[in-house]
C-alpha cells in the first residue's frame, strides 16, 4: 500500500471511529455537537498553525540579508520544487534539527537550528530543507489538521461519556441499559488512546512520503539518507527540548535523547530511522532535477 493509500486509510479509520464512538455514547446529534466544536478549535490552530508552531519551537524569523546561503538554498529548492517562496526562521539551539509548517503553499516557513546548519554540509541540508518542501507540496499540514480534528472529537466525546455516566444517563435512546454502559465504558477506555495511535500512524507515513518526495526534489536521495544519520545520532546526544504538542513536526524526534519521552513503535511520532534510510537508498532517480 502506498503511502497515500495509507494515509487515506487511517483518516477514514478516525472517521469511522468518530462515528460509532457518537452512535455508542450520544446518539447522532450528539456526535455532530462534538465534532462541529472539535472542528472549530483544531480549524483555528490550523489558520494559526505557523506562528503557533513557531512561537512553540522557539524560532525566530530571519530575512535574507541575516541568512544569504540559507535563503539561497530554500529559494534554489523552492524553484525545483515549483513552490512559493517560503518564510524561512532560525532556532537557536545546538540540537540540529528542521521543520516545516503553514497553512498552505502560499504562507509556508521553514525553520532550522543553529545546530543543524553546523554539522550538515551544503549537500546534505539540502536533502534535508528538500523534505520540509516535500511536507508542503504534499499537504501535510492541512492532513495533520485533519488528524488531529477528528482525534479531538474523538476524546471530546469520551470525557463527555464520563461527566454523562458521573450524572446518569446516556446511551442514545437504545433499550439495552446494560449493554449501553458496558459499551460507554469501552469506549471511554480506548477510543482515545486508538484515535493517538490512527494519528501517529499518519504522522509516520507522511514522514515516509516527505523523505520521498524531499529526494526527488532534490535529486539526491542519498544526501537525505546522510543527514539523517547524522541527526538521529546527535539528536539522541543533544536532544531539542521542545513541547511535545509539536515534536511530530521535525524531521528527527527532538525528544529522543530525554530520558522518560523516548516512544518506539505504535507510540513513536517518526518511523524507524533504519527504514527510512533504507527506502531512500533504494530508490532510483536519475540525476538532475
Do not use: C
Request: hydrophobic fraction near 50%; charge should be negative.
Amino acid at each position: 500500500m502506498t503511502n497515500t493509500l495509507k494515509t487515506t486509510a487511517l483518516l477514514a479509520a478516525l472517521t469511522a471511529l468518530l462515528i460509532v464512538i457518537g452512535d455508542v455514547l450520544g446518539g447522532r446529534g450528539g456526535m455532530l455537537l462534538f465534532f462541529g466544536f472539535a472542528i472549530v478549535l483544531n480549524m483555528g490552530a490550523y489558520w494559526f498553525s505557523g506562528d503557533i508552531a513557531l512561537r512553540m519551537a522557539g524560532a525566530r524569523e530571519v530575512t535574507p540579508e541575516e541568512a544569504p546561503e540559507l535563503h539561497q538554498l530554500v529559494d534554489e529548492l523552492a524553484m525545483y520544487a515549483r513552490l512559493p517562496r517560503p518564510r524561512v526562521a532560525i532556532i537557536d539551539n545546538p540540537s540540529p534539527n528542521a521543520f516545516a509548517t503553514g497553512r498552505d503553499a502560499n504562507h509556508a516557513v521553514v525553520a532550522v537550528t543553529t545546530g543543524i546548519l553546523g554539522i550538515l554540509s551544503r549537500d546534505e541540508l539540502a536533502g534535508v530543507l528538500a523534505h520540509e518542501l516535500g511536507h508542503v507540496r504534499n499537504h501535510d499540514i492541512l492532513i495533520s489538521s485533519i488528524a488531529a480534528t477528528v482525534a479531538g472529537a474523538i476524546t471530546m466525546l469520551a470525557h463527555a461519556a464520563q461527566w454523562a455516566m458521573i450524572f446518569g444517563g446516556f446511551g442514545g435512546g437504545r433499550d439495552n441499559e446494560d449493554t449501553n454502559w458496558l459499551e460507554a465504558l469501552a469506549m471511554i477506555i480506548f477510543a482515545p488512546l486508538a484515535a493517538t495511535l490512527i494519528q501517529l500512524a499518519i504522522s509516520r507515513s507522511r514522514e515516509y512520503q516527505a523523505d520521498e518526495t524531499g529526494a526527488r526534489i532534490n535529486g539526491n536521495p542519498e544526501s537525505l539518507a546522510r543527514a539523517l544519520e547524522k541527526l538521529e545520532l546527535a539528536t539522541s546526544v543533544r536532544p531539542l527540548p521542545v513541547n511535545p504538542a509539536v515534536a511530530h513536526m521535525f524531521i528527527v524526534n527532538p525528544l529522543k535523547g530525554i530520558k522518560g519521552l523516548n516512544f518506539n513503535g505504535l507510540f513513536s511520532t517518526h518511523p524507524p530511522l533504519e527504514e527510512r534510510i533504507r527506502r531512500l537508498r533504494s530508490m532510483q532517480l536519475t540525476a538532475g532535477h
